[in-house]
Structure formats: structure tokens, C-alpha cells
């Protein structure tokens, strides 16, 4: 064996992305799913207040992440109940060290 160093563990990282202003997005049944590569899509719901949340704060290993993030509502466009999802976002890059 032997060998210098430790193995660092998961990092704790905050991402954050512009906010959608659409009304249905900032409401009860919207909200964001944020696509981390290599790992399940990420529901940020709206719970309170005045828009949904623009942040969240995952744990990852090292290595470069691309990640997009795109709004949802419950209502679609035509006032269905079907829900809708916006195009994804511009791709974020990410590097944890």
C-alpha cells in the first residue's frame, strides 16, 4: 500500500439559475427540475411566497457536471391541467474540485 493523501468525500455545492416569471411557474403546481449529468432529475417545487425557489444545494464528487434547469407549471398554455415544461435552460457547466 501507502500513498499520500485522503479521498475527499462529496462536496456540498450550491447551484443557482435565473428565475422564469411566468405566473404559473411561481405558484402552487410549478416550479423547476433541475438535470444533473449522471444523476436523477431534481424537482424544486414552488412552496411559498412570491416566485419559486432559483437555488438548491446538492452534494457531489469531484469531477465537471453539465446541468439544466427548466420551469414547469401545472397549467399548460391552453388552461389545461396537463402541465407544461419550458425548454431546458442554457446548459450550466460545473467543476467540483
Do not use: C, F, K, M
Not at 419559486?52 to 446538492?58: E, F, K, L, R, Y
Not at 435552460?89 to 467543476?95: E, G, I, K, M, T
Amino acid at each position: 500500500g501507502g500513498g499520500g493523501g485522503t479521498p475527499t468525500g462529496p462536496s456540498s455545492v450550491t447551484i443557482a439559475w435565473d428565475a422564469n416569471r411566468e405566473s404559473g411557474v411561481n405558484r402552487v403546481g410549478g416550479g423547476y427540475q433541475v438535470t444533473i449529468s449522471g444523476h436523477p432529475i431534481i424537482d424544486v417545487p414552488y412552496v411559498s411566497g412570491p416566485a419559486a425557489p432559483t437555488s438548491i444545494t446538492v452534494s457531489l464528487q469531484a469531477g465537471r457536471y453539465s446541468i439544466t434547469v427548466r420551469a414547469y407549471a401545472a397549467l399548460d398554455s391552453q388552461g389545461g391541467n396537463t402541465g407544461s415544461l419550458s425548454t431546458d435552460s442554457q446548459v450550466l457547466h460545473l467543476d467540483v474540485p
